[in-house]
C-alpha cells in the first residue's frame, strides 16, 4: 500500500528542490557511501535515495539497474515518515509490501533497512538504504554505522548546494575595479544595483542619512 506523506510534505519538497541534485550526474563520493554500506551491512543493493513528488529517485546506486520508481510504491516513502531506521526483516510477512510489485516481481526485495536523510530544518529528504533478496536482520553494529554513514550523506548533500551556491556567488561578483560595475552571466557589465535586483527581490525607500542630506523629510526614510 503506497505510504501517507508526512505531515510538513509541502516543505519537505521545497527544501528537496532546493539542494538542486535531482537527476544530476553520479558522482564518486556518493557512490563511496553506498558501496560501504552494501559492505558493511552485507547486501547486495545500497541506495541513496531522494523521495519527490512522485518518483524516488537514486543519486548513487550499487546492485540496481533502475534509476527511479515510483512514490506509490517505495519502502523509502515510508522510511521518511520517522527519524528512525525502517528495518523490514521480511517483506513477505509485512502487511505494508508484502503485495508490493517490489517485492513480488524483480527486484524481489525481502529485507529492506533506511536511514533517513534530515536536514538540519528536520526535513526528510530520502534515505541511505540497503536492501537484499533474502530475509534477514541487521546486527547493532551494521544498524549503527549505516546511522553514521546517513549522516555523512546529508552533509554531502548540504556541502555540495553551499559549494554551488559560492560558485554562483563568484560568478556574480566580477567586478570592474575602476567603476564598480559587475559583469553578469550573459557577459554584460551593469551597475552592481541592477545585478542584485535580477537575482534578489527588492523595495526601494531612502535610508535615514541620505534623507537629511538631501533635505527629505525624516518620515520618508526607511529605518
Known sequence: M?????????????ALHAQRILDTAAERVFDDFTRLAATICETPISLV???DNHRQWFKSRVGLGAAQTPRDVAFCAYAILTPETLVV???LTDERFADNPL????????????????????????????IDTQPRRLS????????????A????????????????????????????SVRGDDEQWRP????????????HGICPSCAESTGLSRSRAVP
Not at 111 to 127: D, K, Q, S, V
Not at 140 to 151: D, P
Open 2 to 14: 503506497p505510504a501517507p506523506h508526512p505531515p510538513d510534505e509541502a516543505a519537505r519538497l521545497r
Open 49 to 51: 535515495s531522494l523521495v
Open 89 to 91: 526483516e521480511d517483506a
Open 103 to 130: 517485492v513480488t516481481s524483480a527486484p524481489n526485495i525481502r529485507f529492506y533497512a533506511g536511514a533517513p536523510l534530515i536536514t538540519a530544518e528536520g526535513h526528510a529528504l530520502g534515505t541511505l538504504c540497503v
Open 140 to 151: 547493532a553494529m551494521q544498524r549503527e554505522a549505516l546511522e553514521i554513514l546517513r549522516g
Open 153 to 180: 550523506v546529508i552533509a554531502q548533500i548540504e556541502l555540495r548546494r553551499a559549494r554551488e551556491d559560492l560558485n554562483a556567488a563568484a560568478s556574480l561578483l566580477r567586478m570592474c575595479a575602476w567603476c564598480r
Open 192 to 203: 552592481l544595483h541592477e545585478l542584485v535586483a535580477q537575482a534578489i527581490p527588492t523595495s
